[in-house]
C-alpha cells in the first residue's frame, strides 16, 4: 500500500542516454512534486503539477521534460544525459497546495557515467 | 527572497542530551513551516508543521515570528533520533523552500 512510488530505485547510464523516471500516487492527491537532491543533501523543487498542469518549472534546462498523463502520476523524462544530473530525484504529492504536507516517494539515485 | 537557513551542517550529542537544530528564515509575509526528516534509508516525511503546535517523537518546534525562527527541540535525544532534518518554508510561491538539512548523530 505504498502511497508514493518510483521507478526505477537505481538507474545508472552514459552520459548522452535518454531515460525516464516513473512516479505513482494512490493518495488521491491533485498536486505533484519532482525535487533533485545532490551530493551535498541539498533539495530543491524541480516542477510541481497540479491536476496535470504545470505550477511550477524551477529554471530547469530543457532537457528534463515532465509528463503527467493523469493526476496520480507524473513522470520525469531526460534528454542526453550528463555528469552532473547525477542526483537523487524524489516524488511528492500534496492533498492540494504547497502548503499541505508532502509525501515524498523513496527516491530515485542516478548515476552518470 | 524567500529562504531557510540551517546553518548547521551537522550537529553530535551523546543520547540523552539536549539537542536543538536551527532554523531561520526569510519571508515578509506569514510563513507556513515544517520539519520534515530523512532516516538512513527511508524516504523523507514530515516530522511536525508549526499551525499543528504538536509534539512528534518529543520534538517540539516553536515558530518565532520576531527572530524569524523555527528552530526543532528534544530535551533528551535518542539514538533512533539520527537523521536528517530539513525545516521547510511553503511563503507566496506555492513551493516548499527546504533549507539545506542538519545531520544529526546521536551517540550511545
Known amino acids: 500500500d505504498t502511497a508514493v512510488s518510483q521507478t526505477p530505485k537505481y538507474l545508472v547510464t552514459q552520459m548522452g542516454n535518454d531515460k525516464s523516471i516513473k512516479c505513482e500516487q494512490n493518495?488521491?492527491?491533485?498536486?505533484m512534486y519532482w525535487y533533485k537532491q545532490d551530493s551535498k543533501k541539498f533539495l530543491k523543487i524541480m516542477f510541481s503539477?497540479?491536476?496535470?498542469?504545470?505550477?511550477i518549472n524551477e529554471t530547469v534546462p530543457n532537457r528534463f521534460s515532465p509528463k503527467s498523463p493523469d493526476k496520480a502520476h507524473l513522470n520525469l523524462h531526460i534528454n542526453s544525459l550528463e555528469l552532473g544530473d547525477s542526483a537523487v530525484y524524489f516524488c511528492?504529492?500534496?492533498?492540494?497546495?504547497?502548503?499541505?504536507?508532502?509525501?515524498f516517494g523513496p527516491g530515485t539515485r542516478l548515476t552518470v557515467l | 527572497a524567500q529562504r531557510v537557513t540551517q546553518p548547521e551542517k551537522l550537529l553530535s550529542v551523546f543520547k540523552g542530551a539536549p539537542v536543538e537544530l536551527k532554523c531561520n528564515y526569510s519571508?515578509?509575509?506569514?510563513?507556513?513551516l515544517f520539519w520534515y526528516v530523512q532516516y538512513s534509508r527511508q524516504r523523507l516525511q514530515l516530522l511536525l508543521r508549526?499551525?499543528s503546535r504538536e509534539s512528534i517523537k518529543g520534538f517540539t518546534a516553536d515558530l518565532n515570528k520576531g527572530e524569524t525562527s523555527f528552530h526543532l527541540k528534544k530535551p533528551f535525544a535518542q539514538e533512533e533520533d539520527s537523521a536528517m532534518y530539513y525545516c521547510?518554508?511553503?511563503?507566496?510561491?506555492?513551493?516548499?523552500?527546504f533549507g539545506t538539512g542538519t545531520r544529526l548523530q546521536v551517540f550511545p
Open positions: 511528492a504529492s500534496s492533498l492540494s497546495g504547497s502548503s499541505d504536507t508532502q509525501y
Open positions: 493518495l488521491g492527491h491533485d498536486t
Open positions: 503539477y497540479n491536476n496535470k498542469e504545470l505550477i
Open positions: 519571508y515578509s509575509g506569514s510563513p507556513e
Open positions: 508549526h499551525i
Open positions: 521547510a518554508l511553503s511563503g507566496s510561491t506555492d513551493k516548499l523552500i
